[in-house]
C-alpha cells in the first residue's frame, strides 16, 4: 500500500530533551515536507526536500533540524524541544512540488 | 501579506443535502488551487484540485469552483454522506510548478446530520 509513514503517533517528552520523528514513503516521491498543524492556524510548512541531500526551510523552521540522506526517509529533529512546539505534525510526499501530496497520519508532540 | 482564509468555522447538513464550504484568498497570483479533507485522527487527503486557468472541475461528487475576479474559492460536495463528516482545508500555490510551499487555510469542520 501506497503510504507515508510516520513514527511516533503520540510523544511525550520534557523541554531540552532531543527527539526524532521519523518519516517514510514507499511511493518513490522526489519531494518530501514536514508541517505543523495548530488550532487557528491551519498547516504550516516547517521544512520541505526536493531531493536527497536537497533540504530547505519553510515558514516556521526555527528550532528544528531535518536531513534527507535517502529518498525514502525525511526525519524531523528537534534539538531542545521547547512548549511552544508542541503541535500536532505532519509528513508529506509528492513526485513534484507540493502538488498532490500525500499525508501522513500525524505525530502529536508535546513538550512539557 | 498572503491570506487563505474561509468564511465559516463549521457547517452542517442533513445526509443527502449538497453542502457548500467557500474559501478566501488574497494573492492575485495564486495559480493552483487544492481541498484537503481531514478525518478526526488522520492525515489530510487530497480530494481535488484546480489551477487558475479554470473556473470549474468536477470529481466524483465533489464539484470546485473558482472565481479569480473575487478571489473565491468553493467545493461543493453532492449527496453529503455521514463519512463526508471532516475538517476541509484549502490551500493555494501562487509559486510555478517544482516549487516548495502550499498555503493552508484554517478549515472548516463539517457535520453531516443523518
Known amino acids: 500500500e501506497a503510504q507515508v509513514t510516520q513514527n511516533p503517533r503520540y510523544l511525550i517528552t520534557v523541554t531540552g530533551k532531543k527527539l526524532t520523528v521519523t518519516c517514510s514513503q514507499n511511493m518513490n516521491h522526489e519531494y518530501m515536507s514536514w508541517y505543523r498543524q495548530d488550532p487557528g492556524l491551519g498547516l504550516r510548512q516547517i521544512y520541505y526536500?526536493?531531493?536527497?541531500?536537497?533540504?530547505d526551510k519553510g515558514d516556521v523552521p526555527e528550532g528544528y533540524k531535518v536531513s534527507r540522506k535517502e529518498k525514502r526517509n525525511f526525519p524531523l529533529i528537534l534539538e531542545s524541544p521547547s512548549p511552544n512546539q508542541t503541535s500536532l505534525y505532519f509528513c508529506a510526499s509528492s513526485f513534484g512540488g507540493p502538488y498532490g501530496y500525500t499525508f501522513g497520519s500525524g505525530t502529536r508532540l508535546t513538550v512539557v | 501579506g498572503e491570506s487563505v482564509g474561509l468564511h465559516l468555522p463549521t457547517l452542517s447538513v442533513q445526509e443527502g443535502d449538497n453542502s457548500i464550504i467557500n474559501c478566501a484568498y488574497s494573492?492575485?497570483?495564486?495559480?493552483?488551487f487544492i481541498w484537503y479533507k481531514q478525518e478526526s485522527g488522520k492525515g489530510p487527503q487530497f480530494i481535488i484540485d484546480?489551477?487558475?486557468?479554470?473556473d470549474k472541475r468536477q470529481g466524483q461528487r465533489v464539484t470546485v469552483l473558482l472565481n479569480k475576479t473575487v478571489k473565491h474559492l468553493s467545493l461543493q460536495i453532492a449527496a453529503t454522506q455521514p463519512g463526508d463528516s471532516a475538517v476541509y482545508f484549502c490551500?493555494?500555490?501562487?509559486?510555478?510548478?517544482?516549487?516548495?510551499?502550499?498555503?493552508f487555510g484554517t478549515g472548516t469542520r463539517l457535520t453531516v446530520i443523518p
Open positions: 490551500a493555494e500555490s501562487s509559486r510555478p510548478t517544482g516549487a516548495n510551499n502550499l498555503f
Open positions: 494573492n492575485s497570483a495564486s495559480d493552483y
Open positions: 526536500s526536493m531531493n536527497v541531500e536537497v533540504t
Open positions: 484546480i489551477r487558475s486557468n479554470m
